[in-house]
């Protein structure tokens, strides 16, 4: 009986651990994706970038990589940019940046 109740103080207190670690593995996964896109910059441009980066919410579910496009093409389109500031344009765009 006394191995039965402390199997379950185990597991219930385990269970309670879980949302925490699952919280601490999110924010670094997001920091890892920051990391990644933040290569490219030094100084106060990726300090800022990291900032805005982690910052950032998730995106609400149902969002998709296409509803990101079109609001990306959507928003170049509006700026009427062409050729390579488009690409740079898109490119920060889909990141999230």
Same mark, same amino acid.
């Given at each position: 009986m006394k191995k039965l109740i402390l199997s379950v103080a185990v597991s219930v207190f385990a269970a309670s651990l879980a949302p925490a670690a699952f919280a601490a593995t999110t924010q670094q996964n997001k920091m890892k994706e920051c990391n990644a896109s933040a290569t490219d910059k030094k100084g106060d441009e990726r %300090?800022?970038? &990291? !900032?805005?980066? #982690?910052? $950032? !919410?998730? $995106?609400? !579910?149902?969002?998709?990589?296409?509803?990101? &496009? !079109?609001?990306?093409?959507?928003? $170049?389109?509006? %700026?009427? #940019?062409?050729?390579?500031?488009? /690409? /740079?344009? &898109?490119?920060?765009? #889909?990141?999230?940046?």
């Open positions: %300090k800022a970038f &990291m !900032k805005e980066c #982690l910052s $950032a !919410k998730p $995106a609400a !579910k149902g969002t998709t990589q296409q509803e990101k &496009m !079109k609001s990306c093409n959507k928003d $170049a389109g509006e %700026k009427a #940019l062409k050729g390579d500031d488009r /690409k /740079k344009f &898109m490119s920060e765009c #889909l990141k999230g940046g």
